[in-house]
């Protein structure tokens, strides 16, 4: 699973090899401790303009569906396995016309060792951007009048399969990792066949998975008032 992971860049920094369009004027600043319900960048084609538009936006994290009463619901979203999506009606509607590219520095996953959970940094070996797949939501709230600018929520969950390799002495389960290609391609919404674009990211991400780099790092990360550098810094194990 991914439950907390590394923006340390943003912009175009960060999401150049995607070909973005168009970036917010309000994308959030780095961070080294991003958790659920934390507000991160996603990559997304919007469909309102033809061809469509790909934009680098500010989302919510934790999936709030359009017929949610209240956001609370997000806080439980933050993953989805990819495996169950077209069995989940939360999903099935996202994951066939609002898919997005979840891009950081890295991620976290806590490890048993010597009877103690010790976090893990997992990031690209050369620095290079982590792409995940993930799915988006516009939520409107009630509450406010249809002239509000805030009316209007948008969020995202991080979709999963199972670990491979070394990661799955971490956990059971990773992020949907994709490489530039498949990431074009799992934006896409004009796709005709959606399981396929899926399949194939599926068995893509191992490729993606064997170069990635993991060592321990501080317990500091676990209080999510902790954010700056040192928490991505190795320490001896």
Not at 104 to 120: R, T
Request: hydrophobic share 40%.
């Amino acid at each position: 699973m991914c439950g907390r992971f590394v923006v340390a860049r943003v912009g175009s920094e960060l999401v150049g090899a995607l070909r973005v369009d168009l970036e917010s004027d309000d994308l959030p600043a780095p961070s080294y401790n991003v958790a659920p319900t934390s507000l991160v960048a996603i990559v997304l084609d919007s469909t309102k303009t033809e061809p469509p538009t790909r934009r680098l936006e500010t989302a919510r994290w934790g999936l709030v569906p359009a017929w949610a009463k209240d956001p609370s619901i997000g806080s439980r979203a933050f993953n989805a396995r990819s495996e169950e999506l077209e069995d989940k009606p939360m999903f099935r509607t996202s994951l066939e016309k609002r898919r997005a590219v979840v891009p950081a520095s890295g991620y976290y996953e806590w490890k048993q060792v010597d009877g103690a959970k010790i976090p893990h940094y997992i990031h690209p070996a050369d620095g290079s951007p982590l792409f995940m797949a993930g799915l988006y939501e516009w939520w409107k709230n009630p509450a406010l009048a249809d002239d509000d600018p805030v009316r209007w929520m948008l969020s995202f969950t991080i979709l999963t399969r199972d670990s491979i390799g070394p990661l799955g002495s971490n956990h059971d389960r990773m992020p949907l990792f994709l490489d530039p290609d498949h990431a074009d391609a799992w934006l896409d919404p004009t796709t005709d066949n959606v399981r396929d674009v899926l399949d194939a990211a599926i068995d893509a991400a191992p490729a993606v998975a064997e170069t990635l780099d993991v060592y321990a790092v501080s317990r500091a990360v676990g209080n999510v008032r902790n954010n700056s550098p040192e928490l991505i810094e190795p320490v001896p194990r």
